[in-house]
């Protein structure tokens, strides 16, 4: 899947004031998405502003219809369920395969749902990241996720090196926020040969900066590495198109743009020149074996193909049927309908906090459509954290970063411009 979106100068010229709000929201063929979630209230019964799915995605109305069903079939069939429940469990994961794989633009057989995000990162490690004594380093985008800084680290010490040498961090310059590519160049160009993998986020989850991944992949395997995506942040956001971009591997979860709930599965991309591939070693399970004689149980290990060939445990139901509750939503509304929705959305907000006018707010998120998704990091110079929880107190629920970063992330599905109207109205009379 490409992503087309409309640069800024052909998108409609907002306006300031609420009427105009109220009629994009009329307009918006997607509006009727608003209906099919569940939005936290206040105290009075009112819906709160929610701007954080870029956290924890809100919950499909339809999500616990899809999970009940599976409760019930558990109650009717105890272990029959996993051939005659509805939706039979044994192959419960192929059936989220098919849109999972469109919304990060992969083959079917590229993509799997299985584990969390920092467990498939580690599994995807033993296999694409394999050291020698010379060509052992890491590069990470600088503010990368903890969790992947973390993971990325432990599999340095795993190996026997020391992060202090072998982590590189991809760092905006002095005085900048955003990473530029030309100096990831440099990196390669200086440290290329001693670099084993490249792990990157695709979208920054504090920045809100979208990364160029084909262009980063090509230029890491013209230096002999691997070439890896975070895209926790990317996923139901932004369509990385995966399978172009050539990337080795990706790795996602599913509560934040995907709305699958807290905790719920992740997914994981291996690109199709690695499907069959005997010499990649990996950490296997009875689910990535073979389907034919998985219950045989005596055979040697003999890998599905693909991304399946790295499942190792039969899959929780539960978590999946809210995957499969969420993604109908997303198929329905179609991915590309939504990304020129959050084009349109993202620019009023954009457009809004410009019109403040306030010397002390500086938006960190690229100003470029194509580098970025529906958040908007917006910082608030010599705020501190009393200014969220007034925004809460308002009735927005915003994500905080230290030390003066509000991130906001309305998103296509259930978002309207009027939220976005009324959040910066909300921060501005906070801010005076
Ligand atoms: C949210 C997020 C995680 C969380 O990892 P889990 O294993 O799902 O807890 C990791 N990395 C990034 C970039 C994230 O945005």
């Not at 504090?206 to 890896?228: A, D, N, R, W």
Request: glycine share 6%; proline share 6%; with cysteine.
């Amino acid at each position: 899947m490409q992503d087309n979106v409309t640069t800024k100068n052909s998108i409609l010229t907002y306006q300031n004031n609420r009427e105009f709000a109220k009629a994009c929201d009329a307009n918006d063929p997607l509006a009727s998405f608003r209906n099919e979630f569940l939005f936290p209230k206040d105290k009075d019964g009112n819906p709160l502003i929610y701007l954080c799915g870029n956290s924890l995605g809100l919950q499909p109305k339809r999500t616990q219809s899809y999970i009940e069903q599976e409760l019930k079939d558990w109650a009717a069939f105890g272990v029959e369920g996993h051939t005659d429940a509805t939706h039979p469990w044994l192959p419960y994961h192929e059936f989220l395969t098919e849109s999972m794989a469109s919304l990060v633009g992969a083959k079917p057989s590229e993509v799997v749902v299985m584990n969390t995000l920092t467990t498939n990162l580690h599994l995807l490690m033993v296999s694409f990241y394999q050291p020698t004594k010379t060509k052992y380093k890491i590069v990470v985008e600088s503010d990368a996720f903890p969790s992947d800084k973390y993971a990325v680290e432990s599999q340095l010490r795993f190996h026997g090196f020391d992060p202090k040498d072998g982590l590189i961090l991809w760092k905006p310059r002095e005085g900048e926020e955003l990473c530029r590519y030309e100096d990831l160049e440099a990196i390669m160009e200086t440290e290329g040969d001693e670099i084993a993998l490249l792990m990157i986020g695709s979208t920054n989850y504090y920045s809100g900066q979208h990364f160029p991944l084909k262009k980063i992949t090509e230029l890491g395997h013209s230096h002999g590495c691997m070439v890896g995506f975070d895209l926790a942040h990317g996923a139901g956001n932004i369509a990385p198109d995966l399978h172009e971009t050539g990337a080795d591997f990706a790795v996602w979860c599913s509560y934040k743009y995907l709305n699958s709930g807290p905790g719920s599965l992740g997914g994981l991309f291996v690109h199709e020149r690695h499907a069959q591939n005997p010499e990649l070693k990996r950490f296997v399970g009875w689910w990535g074996h073979n389907k034919q004689t998985r219950f045989n149980m005596r055979h040697d290990f003999d890998p599905l193909p693909g991304a399946e060939g790295w499942q190792l445990s039969n899959p929780p139901i539960l978590s999946m049927a809210a995957i499969r509750a969420s993604l109908d939503v997303f198929m329905e509304a179609g991915f590309q309908n939504l990304r020129e929705k959050s084009v349109k959305l993202t620019g009023y907000l954009e457009f809004l906090v410009d019109e403040l006018n306030d010397p002390r707010i500086y938006i960190i998120t690229p100003r470029e459509p194509k580098e970025r998704g529906c958040q908007l990091s917006i910082q608030v110079k010599s705020a501190d954290k009393r200014l969220h929880t007034q925004l809460t107190e308002a009735g927005v629920i915003s994500d905080w970063r230290e030390p003066d970063v509000i991130r906001v992330a309305p998103t296509p599905l259930y978002n309207s411009f009027e939220d976005v109207y009324e959040f910066v109205q909300r921060l501005k009379s906070i801010l005076n």
